[in-house]
């Protein structure tokens, strides 16, 4: 399977969906969730599926009511319009990385195979996890590690890495395992390996860039009453989300009128966050982190 989408009947029932709506799913991966969308859309629904990797081309289906845009959904508002879409009812993102990506050795997303240290989402981008590695000043990569990876050592293994790639460049995954294995005991080796990994492939794909920038637009997009849907996997990014559904920016300042009312163009759906049933995470173990905030454009 491409990949088995998280949290999928709490996403389809929060958006809300209109037989007659339309809808964007911003990361269509495997089309799991679009899938679920399209079955509660009528004959006048419209859904459009965003993807930067040309390799979810191939889970398109065949529905006259979909359309694909091969684009990172940072450019989300500017697609709709050359569509002829001023205002859509529900956006949906699943943020993160597919089962996909990370069973593909090649694509260099995960430890537990060698292959190229890659982890472009997009084929055509230049920048990579091993450019990344070979060039960022060492102060650079230590802020990357801590900022994304939330990683206590970051600065040590920055170092490290600076130090490794003076004798050799990186260029396998093997070759920069084997510069972390010293950082991380066996009891936790896993967990701290994913995360610097994370770290590089929300670097590599400008992922924290691209959230601001859809969460700025949705608010542009969404029809009064539209549902906006995220779920997002890593602290930084549920962060974020909630900030911005609670404040209406990134920092999560609250703005106040003149009478002391908040003033946001969004509230939230669900006050707490939603998380996965103990069946899925069973059934589909890369779904435990998940967590999913739905708001509404007021």
Do not use: W
């Amino acid at each position: 399977m491409y990949h088995e989408p998280a949290l999928l009947q709490e996403t389809i029932e929060g958006l809300s969906i209109k037989p007659d709506g339309t809808y964007v799913d911003v990361t269509f991966g495997g089309g799991g969730h679009s899938g679920a969308i399209l079955s509660r859309l009528g004959k006048q629904g419209k859904l459009f599926a965003f993807d930067q990797d040309e390799d979810a081309l191939v889970n398109c289906p065949e529905d006259k009511r979909f359309t694909f845009v091969r684009s990172n959904f940072r450019y989300l508002s500017n697609f709709l319009r050359y569509h002829g879409v001023a205002k859509v009812d529900g956006i949906l993102a699943d943020l993160g990385v597919s089962s996909h990506h990370l069973d593909e050795a090649e694509r260099g997303f995960s430890f537990r195979f060698d292959g190229q240290l890659d982890m472009r989402m997009n084929k055509q981008s230049e920048l990579t996890a091993a450019k990344i590695l070979n060039n960022y000043e060492e102060e650079d990569l230590a802020d990357l590690f801590f900022l994304y990876g939330e990683l206590r050592n970051a600065r040590r293994i920055a170092k490290t890495i600076v130090t490794a790639r003076r004798e050799k460049a990186f260029e396998r995954i093997s070759d920069f395992v084997e510069v972390l294995k010293p950082f991380f005991g066996k009891e936790k080796q896993k967990q701290d390996m994913a995360r610097v990994f994370q770290a590089l492939r929300i670097e590599v794909n400008h992922e924290m860039d691209a959230l601001k920038a859809l969460l700025k637009q949705s608010v542009e997009v969404l029809n009064p009453g539209g549902r906006l849907a995220i779920i997002s996997y890593h602290s930084l990014e549920d962060r974020m989300v909630k900030n911005f559904i609670r404040s209406g920016n990134i920092e999560g300042k609250l703005e106040k009128d003149f009478f002391g009312r908040v003033s946001t163009a969004l509230k939230a759906v669900n006050n707490k966050v939603i998380t996965p049933r103990a069946e899925e995470v069973e059934a589909n173990p890369r779904s435990r982190s998940a967590k999913l905030r739905i708001a509404e454009k007021v």
